[in-house]
């Protein structure tokens, strides 16, 4: 697990690349620094809320567009297709 000062990219491409599988921030409360260990050597991987929008960009602008320009497209998969819809109420 990576701890890192600041919500960097390059400190946490560096940490992906070298195999970490936990990144929280230096400022995090003691419990979420033992929760995320105790998640990471059970085989879990562990992401600050501030890191992770900027994982999820980073990973977004790589994904490829659908057809007309849209919103990629989740391929056909029977499992996804068999999950249960909601109301479209929140």
């Known amino acids: ?5 600041i919500a960097d990219d390059a400190h946490v491409y560096d940490g992906l690349r ?5 990144f929280l ?3 995090a409360l003691p419990e979420e620094l033992l ?3 105790r ?3 059970a ?4 992401v600050a809320p501030s890191l992770t929008r900027h994982l999820l960009d980073a990973y977004a602008r790589h994904l490829p567009t659908a057809p007309g320009g849209g919103a990629p497209t989740v391929p056909s998969d029977p ?3 068999a999950l ?3 109301n479209g109420k929140s």
């Open 1 to 5: 697990m990576t701890t890192v000062l």
């Open 18 to 22: 070298a195999g970490a599988s936990g």
């Open 25 to 27: 921030v230096k400022d």
């Open 35 to 37: 929760s995320g260990s």
């Open 39 to 41: 998640a990471v050597a």
């Open 43 to 46: 085989g879990d991987a562990v």
């Open 79 to 81: 499992r996804i297709a």
């Open 84 to 86: 249960p819809t909601g």
